[in-house]
């Protein structure tokens, strides 16, 4: 898949291994490859990082609006527990009751930053994440859909709308409507052709 990322979309992946770094993360996530794609459309792509520009969307602001989220925004644990029966509160009474008032909230503290043995070399990888990998598998399907031989950041980005990672989308949703900045992106990329 790779062979068929131009040079804008590599130079993307690397950004996003950057960010992911920069962000002391111990993979790469969608809204990584969302600030990755940004960076690399702002570099070279003058037409997309205006359309981009008008929607909020700039990789600074992205990055300041992550900061103040987090990177796990968008992910109710509680809604997808009780999709499959569990109920996080009745959870929470229970080891309350057996372990004591605030068990919980005492462990939670931060966890650890787990160390990998190539982390002290410069330029080592980050795994990417299950939400990750179907960014780029669903930019190989925008691609092929469009009978585009080649894979842009541009498609990096509907891969991004596609998948519908919810922590990725919540922070594009907070300046435009993810079918409005789909349309927005379609339309520069048939201006282009």
């Known amino acids: 898949m790779f062979e068929r990322f131009t040079q804008q979309a590599r130079q993307s992946v690397v950004l996003t291994q950057e960010e992911a770094r920069t962000l ?8 990584h490859v969302l600030i990755g794609a940004v960076s690399a459309v702002e570099t ?4 997309l ?14 990055r300041a609006d992550l900061r103040a989220v987090g990177p796990d925004s968008g992910y109710d644990d509680a809604a997808a ?6 109920d996080l509160d009745e959870v929470r009474r229970a ?8 068990t919980l909230d005492a462990a939670a503290g931060p966890a ?16 990417f994440s299950s939400g990750a990998k179907a960014v780029l598998t669903n930019s190989l399907r925008e691609s092929t859909a469009r009978k585009d031989g080649y894979i842009g950041t541009e ?6 709308l596609r998948g519908a990672d919810p922590a990725a989308l919540s922070l594009i949703s907070r300046h435009v409507g993810p079918e409005d900045l789909r349309g927005r992106i379609l339309g520069t990329m048939d201006a282009a052709a």
């Open 155 to 160: 498609h990096l980005l509907l891969g991004i």
């Open 24 to 31: 002391e993360a111990t993979q790469i996530l969608p809204v």
């Open 81 to 86: 527990l009780e999709s499959v029966g569990i």
């Open 49 to 62: 990082a205006s359309v981009l520009a008008e929607c909020g969307l700039t990789s600074a602001q992205l």
């Open 44 to 47: 070279s792509t003058p037409r």
């Open 112 to 127: 650890p930053r787990r160390r990998h043995l190539f982390d002290s070399l410069k330029g080592g990888h980050l795994p």
């Open 95 to 102: 080891v309350d009751a057996q372990f004591g008032e605030g």
